[in-house]
């Protein structure tokens, strides 16, 4: 990957996936992170909830002030919706290099058990349905992220963080010989090949 474009990098994966561990063990080589959770908790530490809609809103303003910065960023998102892939096309088409770490768990059931855990140790609580809802959106848009990304890094952190996978521009280089069973649809896209 060139060196000199900035990179847009991006932390997706289901509420509870381990998305915040892994970006903090990056953050001195990622530049600023967006973390829409993290705003929504200096809005309204008491009901970060309750500031959903104002996080989310400042997250957008400030992902495209930083795609016109032409400086290095990262962002977290449970990749749900179709804003990101929108936002990575336009960061792609401004000059930056988009590099995602997808990270997933062996089900549905584990995110929400690992929300739940966050939730008693005092972190921030996720709807069951909302979680429910975000798994399956967040694999179907990973698919067409696939063809956005410069490079894909997919990690199954079922129990402890492994390298699952890499696609870069769109070819599969690496691909471990356990593949979860959460991953087989995007790494499908691969086999036909």
């Known amino acids: ?6 990179v847009m990098t991006i932390f997706a994966g289901t509420n509870g996936a381990g998305k915040s561990t892994i970006s903090l063990q ?3 080589f990622i530049g600023e992170v967006v973390d829409p959770d993290q705003i929504a908790m200096r809005l309204n530490s008491e009901d970060p909830r309750s500031a959903d809609l104002s996080a989310g809103k400042e997250a957008i303003k400030r992902i495209r002030a930083l795609i016109h910065s032409n400086n290095h960023f990262a962002v977290e998102t449970t990749l749900s919706g179709t804003f990101f892939l929108r936002h990575m096309q336009l960061a792609k088409e401004k000059g930056y290099a988009i590099v995602m770490y997808y990270i997933g768990l062996q089900d549905v059931q584990m995110h929400i058990d690992r929300v739940a855990s966050r939730v008693e140790q005092g972190g921030h609580w996720i709807a069951e349905e909302d979680i429910r809802w975000r798994y399956g959106q967040s694999l179907q848009n990973l698919k067409p992220a696939v063809s956005i990304a410069d490079q894909l890094i997919i990690i199954d952190n079922t129990f402890e963080p492994t390298i699952i996978a890499e696609i870069r521009q ?3 280089i690496y691909q471990t010989n356990q593949i979860p069973s959460w991953s087989k649809s995007v790494l499908d896209l691969f086999r036909s090949r």
């Not at 990957?1 to 900035?6: A, D, E, I, R, T």
Request: no cysteine; glycine share 0%; proline share 8%.
């Open 1 to 6: 990957m060139n060196n000199n474009k900035p």
């Open 26 to 28: 990056m953050r001195e």
């Open 170 to 172: 769109n070819q599969l």
